[in-house]
């Protein structure tokens, strides 16, 4: 790389806190500049609770870097790290770490973490406001599965068979040396089962900080891939139009329980997945789950209810929505079978009085066949992006 400066000398700084190059610094004493860095005029950072800027990072004109946020005394340490670029006009807020080698465009407002190696744009899209009443519900419901379960398979779904079976058909569309973004990755523990024998470079978000803290405590040891975890929301997704190769959600747009906000997270989706890329939707779906039911009624149980933390999605109508830019081009009814056997002949054939186990030999068994028939929720529709914005 050409060296951008011949003579790089750490900036001094006169009694109000600027330099000769017209950037500022308050608290400068609690700020850490690796060597040739380049920071733009008019730039205001306050380093009170710390920011360190690492070697060769470049930051625009007008920027405003905030280790304390005194209108709402939000406090903590920003890290930039090296080689990053930060686009003029930009906003980075406390507690914030930009990931080396990461682009930020012009007028970003930065309030997560962002990782290595990725280009983001300023937040675009948003949650309506029902949204965010029953939101702040369900990320309730994962601060307790992320305490309660921790980095283990069971978290987010109880029946493990389920979670090996979803495990086995997402590589089955995941591809070597691909970009892959995965929505709503919860502890990343399928994550961590998909790098290890997929040499993608995957980055998984999780709009739980809970869930995010689980994931990133992960210790992974010869996988063929990399991954990296961040907080981020499948509604304000930051990354750069046409980022990634392919992109797979896990049981996580169903959480967002309003149809218009669905809209706005595919649409974010589509936006950022390149033309030519694969959408793997790996959700809940009516129609498996109204067969499956029916199937129960005609062997006297119960119906098994959406669960209040979800909205399935109706088939037809996602793949209405998505026709203007993608080719729906497979239905993988991957998980028919299992829960046909085990969500309706299991709990059939029981004693009276006696509750269905996941671990029982039944459900091992149905988890072995061949899949068949259209009787689970959860399913796959395979996209792929025929089309640009
Ligand atoms: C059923 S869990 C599945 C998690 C993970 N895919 C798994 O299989 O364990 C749904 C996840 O989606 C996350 N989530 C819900 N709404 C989200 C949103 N708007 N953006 C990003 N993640 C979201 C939740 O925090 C939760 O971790």
Redesign the pocket.
Known sequence: MDRRFKDWKHPEFDEKGTTKWNWMCQYHENLKLGKETDIGAFTYINAKYGVEIEENVQIGSHCSIYSWSTIDDKRGKVTIKKNARVGAHTVIMPGVTIGKNAVIGACSLVSENIPDNVECDSGRGG?SKSDKAE?SL??KH?VE?AEKFGTSGI???SDINI?KL?INALLRYLEDSRKVL??????G??AVRIIEQRNIDLIG????EE?IKMAKARTIVGAKGKVQFAL????RMNFQDEFFDAIF????L???TNWEDQKV?LEAIARVLKVGGLFIMLECFTDGWRNMNEARAELGLKEIPQPWHDLFFDKEEVARFMNSKFELFKEDNFLSTYFFGSRVLYPALLPKGQEPRYDSQINSFFAHLPSFGNHSSIKILLFRKVKAD
């Open positions: 949650a939101n369900i990320q994962y599965q978290s987010t779904i979670r979803e995965e929505v709503g990755c919860g502890n523990y399928s978000i999780d709009a739980s869930m981020g929301n499948a509604l959600t896990e049981r996580c169903i959480n967002i997270a």
